[in-house]
């Protein structure tokens, strides 16, 4: 096919084509089952923030308004060693949007996020669609599961035509609703890889669970009769706390791929901030620990920059 599988420069559009794979060939399951370790890239959020963004504003809404410094996020995190680079679509649904007004723009937010991923990562970076949760629980009847599988395949449709190659659906705690997602985004992308990660949080008595109370072998379980390619999970710990989890989902599952997003640390209050106090060297000296519990792709969650991304790469490089 003559189509070129990155952004026009003139009019940052993509191609129709519907991308699931790299130039290389390969789908990022293909590349981690050929024993690579691959590199996610680190917090979306942080790097708004440290761009200027607003409390109350909408972060997906910079990928129409502030397409340039999106783009940079991501370009910078490419430069940095990232094999992957996520969307800035993460409450690009349309109940998350419906909170700023902009429910009637579902389909132009989250195709630019696509573009503006694509732009940056070329042919040779895989762009992974981000999916976050909606805030709508199917147990207080908010919603029903079919609501939910209508919203996620929306905007995973508009995230496809944007030229994302897989779909991240990430910080789950409700696992109907990370089943909805999948579903949903099968419904539109059924050739596409599915990532789902779960945010778990420690207890008093050293387990890890959902703030659903579910712990990381049941959750990975769910999304894997749901038809999630790879499996892991985000935000919540730092990559220290992150290994225990790995460990228990890879003694459920031998040979499916995980990912883990860590923090930078466990989040610290000072003068009213929330600051995160691992530094790059800090995160990478735990990724030999992960690989060794079983994690395939290793990234960043909140407090992360592309200096740890840089130091991951680095200690990524140094076990091959």
């Known amino acids: ?5 990155r952004v026009s420069e003139e009019n940052h559009s993509v191609c129709n084509y519907k991308r699931s794979k790299t130039m290389q060939g390969k789908t990022i399951k293909e590349s981690v089952q050929e024993g690579k370790i691959l590199l996610a890239d680190g917090a979306w959020g942080t790097a ?8 109350g504003e909408c972060p997906e809404l910079w990928c129409l308004d502030h397409a340039e410094e999106v783009l940079d996020i991501a370009e910078k995190y490419i430069q940095a060693g990232a094999d992957i680079i996520q969307t800035n679509s993460f409450g690009g649904n349309r109940y998350k949007l419906a909170m700023f007004d902009l429910d009637d723009r579902v389909d132009d937010i989250n195709e630019a996020a696509a573009e503006i991923s694509r732009r940056a990562a070329g042919a040779d970076t895989w762009v992974l669609a981000s999916i976050g949760p909606t805030g709508k629980m199917v147990l207080t009847g908010e919603v029903t599961e079919s609501d939910l599988e209508e919203a996620f395949a929306q905007q995973a449709g508009a995230l496809r035509d944007g030229g994302a190659d897989a779909f991240c659906i ?11 997602a999948i579903r949903g985004v099968k419904t539109v992308a059924p050739d596409h890889e ?6 778990f949080e420690k207890s008093v008595r050293g387990d890890y669970k959902t703030m659903m109370g579910v712990d990381p072998q049941e959750a990975a379980s769910s999304a894997a009769e749901a038809g999630a390619d790879i499996i892991g999970s985000n935000c919540g710990n730092g990559l220290a706390g ?12 031998e040979d499916i791929p995980i990912l883990v ?6 989040p610290k209050n000072v003068d009213g901030r929330d600051v995160f106090p691992e530094g790059p060297r800090d995160m990478a000296q735990h990724v030999k620990g992960l690989v ?13 920059t592309p200096g740890h991304i840089a130091a991951l790469r680095k200690e990524i490089d140094a076990l091959i």
């Open 1 to 5: 096919m003559q189509c070129e599988d």
């Open 48 to 55: 708004l923030s440290n761009k200027g963004i607003q409390p």
């Open 170 to 180: 990430e910080t789950m705690s409700a696992v109907d609703e990370a089943c909805a």
């Open 194 to 199: 599915v990532i789902v990660t779960f945010t």
């Open 242 to 253: 992150m290994i225990d989890i790995v460990r228990s989902i890879r003694g459920l599952f």
């Open 261 to 266: 997003n860590g923090n930078a640390g466990m």
């Open 292 to 304: 060794e519990a079983g994690a395939s792709i290793i990234g960043g969650c909140c407090g992360t």
